[in-house]
């Protein structure tokens, strides 16, 4: 009697300096080709190769501290990832077992890590299932501290930025839109998504940090959004500007895309166990204006910015 394999949710950090996105590419170093190729070692069989699913695939130099991914294993390769010394962790064998080997071979001070590796409910899919994805974007402008120990993560601005216009334009994009303007046009692909949240802050060393979730993104949209709010920090368009570039349809030359070193995946939301599959149903389902609000859109927590598969 053959048995169906277990899925394993994968939760996932890396630095992606070095990595271009997290989609395999012949010939490029990405997230999901280190992962495999690590998976693939631990399973000792030459061309045994197992596919990695995410929930948002990042692009060149973006990171994550909050990805995730799944993967699918039958008991036969389940049994070859837990050979050796068992878990003393009292974690599943079968997930602790993979995290620690995986990051085992990655090596000891690696730009990829599975933070957490244990069974899925059921009808979990990585991507499918998300209810919203939320990216963080860092900018230290000339009134911020810029520490070079987080120049990786964070863009160096020139000039001041006037934060509260910044969050007035951020919140006026909030809601469901085609964000066209906003994203790199890709044949056959959507380009209406829900903004649910959208804020700016700084922290305690004057960095500028954006809270930006969605039900997902289109590709470069969250670097976008973040262009427009800073040319409206900086003076050069007014906050009214940034919804009528949204409305145009069309991509823009008034604000510029910014740098992919200053984004990050923090958090992806999942809904209850028991509405993961239709969830992951409606997800799969082309999304038009005329459907109306997404019924999961307020899942989840938010409280940094509460006062109010594909991005990069």
Partial sequence: MTTQPQRFRLDIAYDGSRF??????????????VLEEAITTILGRTGDRILVAVAGRTDTGVHATGQVAHLDLDEERAARVRRGRPAKDGLHPTGSA??????????QYPDVVITNAAPAPDGFDARFSAV?????????????FRNPLERAQTVWHPAPLDVDLMNAAAESLVGLHDFATYCRPREGR?????????????????????????????????????GVCVAVGEGKLQVADAAR??????????????????LTLAEVGYPTDSLLRMRAELTRSRRSLQDGADPFA??????????DDDAG
Avoid at 98 to 107: A, C, F, P, Q
Avoid at 208 to 213: C, D, E, P, Q
């Fill in 298 to 307: 307020d899942t989840g927590p938010f409280a940094e910015f509460d006062h």
């Fill in 245 to 262: 570039l949204r409305d145009a349809l069309h991509r823009s030359n008034e604000f510029a895309v910014m740098p992919a070193r200053g």
């Fill in 98 to 107: 993979l995290r620690r080997k995986v990051n085992g071979v990655l090596g």
């Fill in 132 to 144: 919203w994805r939320r990216y963080e974007y860092r900018i230290a402008d000339s009134l911020s």
């Fill in 20 to 33: 271009a996105g997290w989609a395999k590419q012949p010939g490029l170093r990405t997230v999901q080709g």
């Fill in 190 to 226: 959507t380009t209406i998504r829900s903004l649910q949240r959208f804020g700016w802050t700084r922290d305690a060393s004057g960095v500028l940090v954006a809270g930006v979730r969605a039900d997902a993104f289109c590709h470069s949209m969250v670097r976008a959004l973040v």
